[in-house]
């Protein structure tokens, strides 16, 4: 097994339940990948200043793929940003709020998200779970900048068919229901896969020295971008499918054991 580049997901992925991680066996790991110059990648939803802030000074000389695969950081630096027109993406929240007002949706730019003042407290807690940079407005319209993503978090897990409902959208933008209870919307032809990607062209790595770990929907298209494919055993049944690997489950610190394994 001949692995140059390591991408994991982190909810799910990566962090436990409580979104935390074993700080002593990642900086072992990391300095373990290093002695064999060994690329390590976070692949997150996450606002990268909020990866920043969970990971802390673990988080040098690792790339960020944040946002939903639309930004690209690497030691304080943006090396690719993705973005959805201004009126476009208005558009796109307008249609979301129509299906269900009850929705809370998170329109990210490059320096803030926003979410409207509406919002209860139990699910300001999953904005600032991922979020960093955080602004509550009292109408999206506010907002005159382009957006990075357009993100949806819907308490009564109705994603998948909010996400069917807005398909028309398909030929401007990128849609995935990660989860039931998540919704990512990105500029067109944007995903986990395609991303990484662009980090492997700017490394010269290729994607058969590439090991990929994810628990969700969205993580089918980082799949697409690693010859080892390797699924958590609390990951959706439709990633296992994909998957030529098990790791035990996030709460289990999965991915630094199958990593401190194979490597």
């Not at 809370?104 to 490059?110: D, F, S, W, Y």
């Not at 990484?196 to 020295?209: K, Y």
Request: with cysteine; net charge negative; charged share 30%.
């Amino acid at each position: 097994m001949n692995i140059k580049l390591v991408v994991t997901d982190m909810d799910g992925t990566f962090l436990d339940n409580e979104s935390n991680f074993d700080r002593e066996a990642f900086d072992e790991l990391k300095n373990n990948l290093d002695a064999k110059n060994i690329r390590f990648v976070f692949c997150t939803g996450k606002q990268c200043e909020r990866v920043e802030n969970i990971v802390g000074d673990l988080s040098k000389d690792t790339f960020i793929i944040g946002d939903s695969a639309t930004r690209i950081k690497y030691n304080g630096e943006f090396l690719y940003t993705a973005s959805i027109q201004n009126e476009l993406g208005l558009s796109i929240i307008n249609s979301i709020k129509e299906i269900d007002e009850s929705q809370t949706i998170i329109a990210c730019t490059e320096k803030v998200a926003f979410a409207l003042e509406s919002v209860p407290d139990d699910e300001r807690k999953f904005i600032h779970g991922s979020y960093q940079n955080v602004e509550y407005i009292k109408d999206f319209k506010e907002i005159e900048s382009d957006f990075l993503k357009i993100t949806v978090h819907d308490a009564k897990g109705n994603c998948m068919k909010t996400a069917e409902s807005i398909k028309y959208f398909e030929n401007e933008v990128y849609i995935v229901a990660s989860e039931d209870y998540w919704i990512d919307i990105t500029d067109l032809g944007v995903n986990k896969g395609t991303t990484i990607n662009r980090i492997q062209n700017i490394l010269n790595i290729d994607p058969s020295e590439t090991i990929a770990f994810g628990d969700g929907l969205n993580d089918i298209d980082l799949f697409k971008a690693a010859k080892y494919k390797v699924a958590m055993d609390n990951a959706y049944s439709e990633l296992k499918k994909e998957a030529n690997l098990i790791a035990i489950n996030n709460n289990e610190n999965g991915v630094i054991a199958t990593l401190q394994l194979l490597i």
